[in-house]
């Protein structure tokens, strides 16, 4: 009888889903959970393709002798090195003291150094296969999505592509596995953010995996967080090309830092006026308040980005920092860019906004606005000229 984990002859999700987590990586909110996927392939072989976070191994444990009952498991495929995935290898070595481990060189020097395993291990190089029995297990090195050691396997016969972190998303699985089964209407944007977090820098390393990919017959994506995608494949494989080379949307962000509220009525006077020149989505983010990785997936999204700051302490206000900090970081893209910002006796905003625009390679598409002494209809104007730039670039 077919079990409730198979998703398809011999292939089994034994993954696990988090909601009690607050920060993925202490960093990154988890306002919907998230899931570490782990697969298992049953053949004349048993192979389990990735593993998943310590803190769920006995559930995991508990998973795969649902399916495999006393049988052994054979091969441990690791294409993933980050402990999210391989938390529970010492438990699973003690449980399976024959399991081989299958990764390249790279993963298994990391396996020495954070587990200090280093027997029964099986190094793979690009394009080498393993064979089940009925299956054939063959092994794409695609380094750097997002750490150096990273690989995908691909299942010959299902035509099933486990990617590792590529194409994963946040949020925990609800009761479905598989895309056809789940509401996907909120994982799009948490495949976004997840890339934006956590991938966004490595949007070259992506570009080689996808081309690398691009003539492999991919019916199943096995990701090692969310949906298993099946009836979206050629929509996920699309929104990476595009997340990976940085291609935003139509729409605009407006993300400002503001103590006493004079900065706040110049963002929203700014944004008035956008939508007066038919401008949407405008996204506005107060940075003291706003979500640091919802900030960053929207600015991923929008091909526009306006800021805002008060000067503070002859800088930016510290928020603006952080986040300028994070662009920059990851190398974000240019977006269409304008800046405003105040100041009560010496302004830096215009000098900062400069300063970014040098470092990253960006430019700004209007004149910085800087307000003096408080916010007044005096800089109704240069806010019209602004918005009218912005629109002019997203519409052209
Ligand atoms: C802690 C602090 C530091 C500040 N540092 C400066 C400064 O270095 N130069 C300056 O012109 N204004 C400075 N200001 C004044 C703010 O820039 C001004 O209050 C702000 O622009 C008002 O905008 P807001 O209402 O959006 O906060 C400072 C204000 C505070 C509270
Ligand atoms: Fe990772
Ligand atoms: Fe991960």
């Known amino acids: 009888m077919k079990k409730i984990t198979e998703l398809a002859p011999g292939l089994h999700y034994v993954g696990a889903n988090d909601r009690t987590t607050q920060r993925f990586e202490a960093l990154w909110s988890l306002p919907y959970g998230v899931s570490y996927n782990s697969y298992l392939l049953v053949d004349e072989k048993v192979a389990l393709i990735d593993s998943i976070e310590a803190g769920f191994a006995d559930i995991y444990f508990d998973h ?17 090195m980050e402990p999210d995935h391989s938390g529970s290898i010492t438990r699973l070595r003690e449980r399976y003291p024959d399991l081989k481990i299958v990764g390249n060189a790279k993963t298994l020097d990391m396996i020495g150094g954070y587990y ?24 794409h090195l695609t380094p750097m999505i997002h750490w150096p050691e990273t690989m995908m396997t691909y299942c010959v016969e299902l035509k099933a592509l486990f990617s590792g972190d590529a194409f994963g998303t946040f949020g925990a699985l609800n009761g479905g596995i598989v895309d056809s089964q789940l509401c996907l209407e909120g994982f799009w944007d948490e495949m976004r953010r997840y890339y934006a977090c956590i991938v966004s820098k490595y949007g070259k390393p992506v570009q080689m995996a996808l081309r690398k990919l691009a003539g492999v017959d991919i019916e199943w994506i096995c990701s090692t967080h969310g949906p298993v995608w099946h ?74 980005l306006i800021v805002g700051s008060p000067t503070y302490n ?62 007044s209809s005096v800089c109704h104007e240069a806010c019209a000229e602004l918005a009218r730039s912005i629109a002019d670039r997203l519409n052209g």
């Open 231 to 304: 009836d979206r494949v050629a929509d996920v494989v699309a929104l990476y090309d595009k997340m990976s080379r940085h291609e935003g949307e139509y729409g605009v962000v407006i993300a400002y830092g503001s103590m006493y509220g004079h900065t706040a009525r110049v963002a929203e006077h700014i944004a008035r006026e956008l939508a007066e020149r038919g401008v949407k989505p405008i996204v506005m983010h107060n940075l003291s308040f706003a979500d640091p990785s919802m900030v960053l997936r929207d600015i991923h999204k929008y091909r526009a």
């Open 314 to 375: 002859g800088e930016l206000f510290p928020e603006m920092d952080a986040l300028l900090d994070r662009l920059s970081s990851r190398g974000v893209a240019p977006r269409i860019f304008a800046g405003f910002g105040g100041m009560t006796w010496a302004g830096a905003t215009p000098r900062r906004w400069a300063e970014f625009c040098e470092r990253s390679k960006w430019s700004l598409c209007a004149p910085a606005i800087e307000i003096r002494q408080g916010y």
């Open 64 to 80: 795969i002798a649902g399916v495999l009952g006393d049988r052994p498991v054979d091969y441990l495929i690791v294409n993933h």
């Open 116 to 139: 200090g395993i280093r027997d029964n291990c099986l190094e793979v190089k690009e394009g080498d296969t393993l064979s089940l029995g009925g299956r054939t297990l063959r092994f």
